[in-house]
């Protein structure tokens, strides 16, 4: 069972890269809810210094508008492939498919599969000697080990259909009485990754191959953009409220300060 010709003819890469995420901050009283999301993230082209971008919601300049000026800020014209890194999130993704109007490639985020794989691997060993469940839940024995092995070097089908298995054999022992805690929150891991499998199978490439040919696998870039723009000030150190507008103002400016964009003399100003 091997990696499909589309999945690995995509180890090559395209041009430009955007790496994009989310985050939630608090919002000023009287706002229509206690926190918005905004987008931010990075434009990666070759040979050009990184382009840091970020948006709020409801605001004159849409997300999708942000995303097609940093994007043309690298060079992008209408045309020209372009790959999206994130966790899997759909709007993230439509924001930047209506900044290109064209099909992208979207490439699933390994550090979110890893992390999901671990919580799995971590309630495995919290329950896997209890009652002998080695030998009534032989299949998920087998398969635990080796799902991160299969996701990692693209057998996407075959890891597919592990979590299937699991999943049903599973099925017939969390939901009987008298189950415990520990392996219905298995389950529900279980089951979690199977939807999520499903939701982004044609975001799930042979990232071994990736890794190796220096090809990027993660939206790490889009992780340091949010600890530059947004928890700095925003979230972590200081968690003031802000309005949609005042939030994408700030944001600018300090995509564009991180940047190097704005000139030495004005940098305390805008920081």
Request: with cysteine; aromatic share 8%; proline share 3%.
């Given at each position: 069972d091997l990696a499909s010709p589309y999945r690995m003819s995509r180890a090559g890469g395209s041009p430009i890269s955007v790496f994009i995420d989310g985050a939630y901050i608090r919002a000023v009283p009287g706002?229509?809810?206690?926190?918005?999301?905004?987008?931010?993230?990075?434009?990666?082209?070759?040979?050009?210094p990184p382009r840091q971008f970020a948006a709020s919601p409801h605001v004159t300049t849409g997300?999708?508008?942000?995303?097609?000026?940093?994007?043309?800020?690298?060079?992008?014209?209408p045309g020209s492939d372009v790959t999206v890194f994130s966790d899997g999130d759909v709007g993230l993704q439509g924001i930047v498919i209506s900044a290109t109007?064209?099909?992208?490639?979207?490439i699933l985020d390994w550090f979110h599969l890893s992390m999901r794989l671990r919580h799995i691997e971590q309630a495995w060993e919290g329950i896997r000697k209890v009652d002998?469940?080695?030998?009534?839940?032989?299949?998920?024995?087998?398969?635990?080990?080796?799902?991160?092995?299969?996701?990692?070097?693209?057998?996407?089908?075959?890891?597919q259909?592990?979590?299937?298995?699991?999943?049903?054999?599973?099925?017939?022992?969390?939901?009987?009485?008298g189950a415990s805690f520990k392996l219905k929150r298995f389950f529900e891991l279980v089951s979690s990754l199977q939807t999520y499998l499903i939701q982004n199978k044609p975001?799930?490439?042979?990232?071994?191959?990736?890794?190796?040919?220096?090809?990027?696998?993660?939206?790490?870039?889009?992780?340091?953009?949010?600890?530059?723009?947004?928890?700095?000030?925003?979230?972590?150190?200081?968690?003031?409220?802000?309005?949609?507008?005042?939030?994408?103002?700030?944001?600018?400016?300090?995509?564009?300060?991180?940047?190097?964009?704005?000139?030495?003399?004005?940098?305390?100003?805008?920081?």
């Open positions: 706002y229509q809810s206690r926190h918005f999301e905004i987008a931010m993230g990075r434009v990666v082209a070759k040979g050009r997300k999708h508008d942000v995303v097609r000026a940093a994007l043309r800020a690298q060079g992008w014209v109007r064209q099909p992208i490639t979207h002998n469940l080695n030998i009534y839940l032989w299949d998920v024995a087998s398969h635990v080990p080796r799902l991160r092995h299969l996701l990692w070097s693209g057998y996407v089908r075959e890891a259909r592990a979590v299937k298995d699991m999943h049903y054999q599973l099925e017939q022992h969390a939901r009987r009485q975001s799930l490439v042979d990232y071994c191959r990736r890794y190796w040919s220096g090809q990027p696998i993660s939206s790490c870039p889009a992780e340091s953009a949010a600890n530059s723009l947004v928890n700095a000030r925003m979230n972590k150190k200081r968690q003031m409220r802000w309005s949609p507008i005042g939030a994408h103002r700030v944001l600018q400016v300090r995509a564009a300060v991180a940047d190097g964009r704005l000139k030495q003399a004005k940098f305390a100003l805008a920081a």
